[in-house]
């Protein structure tokens, strides 16, 4: 088993992150959270297990030893610190705006500092999840092919297609085995619309994980500065 930080962004898929993480623990892997404020408007904290604490952007710039709030040096730095306690990476569900910022190399909030952060080798997992026609715009499959490129996958070997579907099979392939990526479903969605986007089942993420962590084991990790949140 294995530490898993999850990352929850702005989709309306985010009511199911306390399923998740449930399922998460359930499969002996250890927990920690982390939301964007979007993320938060969708599911209540409380409903998380008591052992899978939960950060925020607030968290990010929270320096409690320091009377002004001010970081001062020797403060921990937050995304670096779950960088370091964590073996794999899971953003579930990936909303479009987040997707975009992690091909883009933008990092504005922790969870695309932690991205920004991350060693590579080990592994990630991404379970998109939007409405239809942004699933299907061209900039999805953009962003997707900038994520294969960035991250092993040579250009040349990549097809030229402006729907995301083609690229899918080259996440978690030869050239690039430590990035999953779980593909959105059909299914109504929550804005009324029927088409693909719907974010994977939890069952199917869960096993993700276990698949990610077999294909691309996670050296092992120093202890935990993060067990328990302060």
Same mark, same amino acid.
């Given at each position: 088993?294995?530490?898993?930080?999850? @990352?929850?962004?702005?989709?309306?898929?985010?009511?199911?992150?306390?399923?998740?993480?449930?399922?998460?623990?359930?499969?002996?892997?250890?927990v920690?959270?982390?939301?964007?404020a979007?993320?938060?408007?969708?599911f209540?904290?409380?409903?998380l297990? /008591? /052992?899978?604490?939960?950060?925020?952007?607030?968290?990010?710039?929270?320096?409690p030893?320091?009377?002004?709030?001010r970081?001062?040096?020797?403060?921990?730095?937050?995304?670096?610190?779950?960088?370091?306690?964590?073996?794999?990476?899971?953003?579930?569900?990936?909303?479009?705006?987040?997707?975009? !910022?992690?091909?883009?190399?933008?990092?504005?909030n922790?969870?695309?500092?932690?991205?920004?952060?991350?060693?590579?080798?080990?592994?990630?997992?991404?379970?998109?999840?939007? /409405?239809?026609?942004?699933?299907?715009?061209?900039?999805?499959?953009?962003?997707?092919?900038?994520?294969?490129?960035?991250?092993?996958?040579?250009g040349?070997?990549?097809?030229?297609?402006?729907?995301?579907?083609?690229?899918?099979?080259?996440f978690? @392939?030869p050239?690039?085995?430590?990035?999953?990526?779980v593909?959105?479903?059909?299914?109504?969605?929550?804005c009324?619309?029927f @088409?693909?986007?719907?974010?994977?089942?939890?069952?199917?993420?869960?096993?993700?994980?276990a698949?990610?962590?077999?294909?691309?084991?996670?050296?092992?990790?120093?202890a935990?500065?993060?067990?328990? !949140?302060?």
């Amino acid at each position: 088993m294995a530490r898993v930080l999850l @990352g929850v962004t702005g989709s309306v898929a985010a009511i199911r992150a306390p399923e998740l993480a449930h399922a998460l623990v359930a499969a002996g892997h250890e927990v920690q959270m982390m939301a964007t404020a979007s993320a938060l408007r969708f599911f209540d904290p409380l409903a998380l297990p /008591n /052992n899978a604490p939960l950060y925020t952007d607030a968290d990010e710039w929270r320096f409690p030893r320091s009377p002004d709030g001010r970081w001062s040096r020797d403060d921990a730095v937050l995304h670096i610190e779950l960088r370091a306690w964590a073996e794999l990476l899971l953003l579930a569900p990936l909303d479009a705006h987040s997707l975009g !910022k992690l091909a883009l190399g933008l990092s504005d909030n922790l969870l695309t500092c932690v991205f920004r952060a991350w060693e590579h080798p080990r592994p990630v997992v991404l379970a998109p999840a939007m /409405n239809t026609l942004m699933w299907e715009s061209p900039q999805t499959a953009r962003h997707l092919r900038a994520l294969l490129e960035d991250h092993g996958v040579e250009g040349a070997a990549l097809p030229t297609a402006r729907r995301p579907e083609p690229y899918l099979a080259h996440f978690g @392939g030869p050239s690039c085995p430590h990035m999953q990526l779980v593909g959105p479903v059909e299914k109504r969605l929550a804005c009324g619309d029927f @088409g693909v986007g719907g974010m994977s089942s939890v069952p199917e993420l869960v096993e993700a994980v276990a698949r990610a962590l077999s294909a691309s084991p996670a050296q092992a990790r120093p202890a935990s500065t993060l067990s328990s !949140k302060d």
